[in-house]
């Protein structure tokens, strides 16, 4: 059986943590290991893509509203909302004040519950607010 090549682990962190066309060429536990060392690599191209577009808008004449909107959404969009559905699952968990195998159970649903629906949209104006600022200030 041939290794994983750290080229297979980008395509796995890429093709699995993104959506971005990547084509995942090996599916096995060794090429996730290799692709979880691949993440924080991911997530710097997400980053940087929501930080291009947010200065290319601002650079445009777009408000900073705007920008900072298109900037915190980029992430979300590239990554299919992978971290706000962690987040929103968490919230539901924690702020359903059942044991933690109810707890549990509430998390791994498919639906978002209220707690959830709360935190993600704090979470994104708060992100979004700190971002206007900088722009604001920065151009």
Do not use: N
Not at 122 to 138: D, M
């Amino acid at each position: 059986m041939p290794r994983t090549s750290p080229a297979d682990g980008l395509r796995f962190a890429f093709g699995t943590l993104t959506a971005l066309p990547v084509k995942v060429t090996k599916w096995d536990r060794e090429a996730a290991r290799a692709g979880m060392l691949g993440a924080p690599l991911a997530g710097l191209v997400a980053g940087l893509c929501a930080a291009a577009l947010g200065s290319a808008l601002m650079a445009l004449g777009a408000g900073p509203l705007l920008a900072a909107t298109a900037t915190v959404a980029t992430p979300a969009a590239l990554t299919r909302g992978l971290h706000l559905d962690g987040l929103a699952d968490t919230a539901d968990g924690l702020g359903c004040a059942k044991p933690a195998d109810q707890a549990l159970r509430i998390m791994k649903q498919s639906d978002v519950g209220p707690f959830g629906v709360i935190t993600l949209l704090f979470t994104l104006l708060a992100q979004v607010a700190v971002l206007f600022q900088l722009y604001e200030a920065s151009w």
